[in-house]
Every structure is written in C-alpha cells, then in structure tokens.
C-alpha cells in the first residue's frame, strides 16, 4: 500500500503545495525578491510579537489543558479496565520504562535539528524543496551504513554502552549545528553536522529498540514495540515545541535590537537556531545520564550472552 500512497502525493503535490520562498541568495534569485522575501517575513515576525503580547498564554494554554484532561481520562479508563489496552504493570520493567525515556529523547532532540536544519537551508542559505532533500542523502546513506553495523556492536558491547555513545554522538551533532552562521555554507556548516548526526541515530536508536524489548513477555511484544514507537514520536512533538519557542524568542530579541530591519532576518534566525541546536544537546546529555540511571546493566550484559551463546540468535536479528 504505501507504494501507490507515495506516487499519489507525489503527483498531486506540485498542484497543490506552492513553492516556498527563501531569504536566501539562492542561484538565479535576484536581491530584490530576495529582499520581498526578508520584509514578508520580518512583518510576520513582528506581527507575531504583537499577538502574543496582546493575548498572553491563553490561547496557547486551552489545547495543552484539552490534551492533559483527555490523557487523564485514558489513564483513569485503563486503570478501571479488565483489559487495558496498556496494562501499567509493564513499567515496572525498569529498562523498559528507560528506554521509553531515553527514546523520547532522542526525538526531542533528532526532530527538531531535522527541522531547524531544513529552515537554515531554505531560509538563510536559501535552497529550493529539492535541493534541501538532497542536502539529507549524505545523513541518510550514514543511518543505513550504521544501522547494519549497530547490532553487531550491541551483541558484543551491550545495548546500555552502544546506547550511550549513540546519545554521546547526537549531541556532539548538535552543538557542531549551533556553529551555523548566515553566510555559511552547505559543505562547511551542514555536511559534517549531518553525517555524525546520521551515525549517532543509528547508533541510538537500535539498542534504544532492543532496551525496549528487554524482559517482555512474548505476549507483550507487541505492546513494547508500539510503548517506544510511541515515546520517539511524542518526544519529537515535545522537544520541537519547546525548542521552537526557545529559537523563536532568540530570533525575535535579535530582530528587536535590530529595530525589526527585514536586513537583519539572517542574522536572527542564525541566533535562534543555535540556541535550539544547542538545546538540543542538553537533551541528548540528559539521555545519556537516564541510560546510565534507568536502563539495567544485567539486562544489557544478559543480551550479550544471548547473542554469543552457540546456536542462538541475538535478538537484534528480529529488530
């Protein structure tokens, strides 16, 4: 199915999602629209800034008060269930309740330097859809390269160490991203960011997953492979709403030194994306000091013995 899915949006998306406009100096972009561009953004920069003094947290608060009032009901629904549809009793597998925070983790700080990253290349260095895509194949080459080579290193190591150097990895990643500058380059601000990012994530995310499977029962098999899936995508939701309103603050106090100058937009956002890089790797930090917390050495030293001992699989083959 998902083969006809992506040649549907493939060919219904030039027809119905216009081309963004950078504010970069991209070829064949002339300084006059890219200086309608700058001013476009700048004014709802500042428009921004004049809604949200005037309303306050109001409008922003009622959807996460809608969100806690719906997530207490879930919980309060389960708990009174005879079957649950998430029996609660499988957080009291400490290396699966880690790995499901570490997880999210990892997508508080992955998702959201996917999504600066992309901003700075369209926005400041001013590459096209397609171009910025492409920008993303070195990234993904190294995922798949380090990937293949991850659970070997699991059955030898252990999935707690590989872990912590996957984590480790992402936030060196990520303070190299917050170097970006507004007369950077591809090759010299992003490539390199990006391929250490890609070996990190490999290394992250599959010990990540056999952490998560670690002690289940068969029969909740299932249930822990969609409890991490879960964290990754949640985390990734959470740390791009916090990291967003930390670059934003940062762009809109450089854009208020430089009385609003659309000129002075690259300069902005190249302060703002920094300080969510740099966020970003706090919580690829904080990874790391759960991992050492939550996740159980024995469990990761019983996996390796699984995947040593003659005549058996590791379980990394499965994930």
Known sequence: MN????????????????????????????PRRGERDRGALGARLRDRRRRRGRLGLGPDARPVGAAALLL???????????????????????TLTGANAVGLLIG???????????????QVLGLSAIETGLAYLPLALTVIVVAAIAPQLVTRLGFKPVLMLGMATIGAALVWCSQVSPDGGFGADVLGPFILAGAGLGLAMVPDTIAAMAG??????????????????IGGALGLAVLATIANSRTDEALARA????????????????????GGAVLAALGIMLTLALIRGRDSRAHMRLGTAPGQRPASANV
């Open 3 to 30: 083969v006809p899915v992506a040649a549907a949006v493939a060919a219904l998306t030039p027809a119905l999602i216009a081309e963004p406009l950078g504010i970069g100096h991209a070829a064949g972009r002339s």
């Open 72 to 94: 207490g009901a879930l919980v309060a629904i389960e708990l009174r269930s005879d079957a649950p549809l998430v029996p609660f009793g499988i957080f009291r597998l400490r």
């Open 108 to 122: 508080a700080s992955l998702i959201s330097m996917f999504f600066f990253s992309t901003l700075y290349l369209e």
């Open 216 to 233: 289940v029962r068969p029969q909740e098999s299932g249930l822990a492979s969609g409890l991490i899936n879960t964290s990754q995508q």
């Open 259 to 278: 009385g609003s100058d659309s000129a002075s937009l690259p300069n902005a956002l190249t302060e703002g994306f920094p300080a969510a890089f740099l």
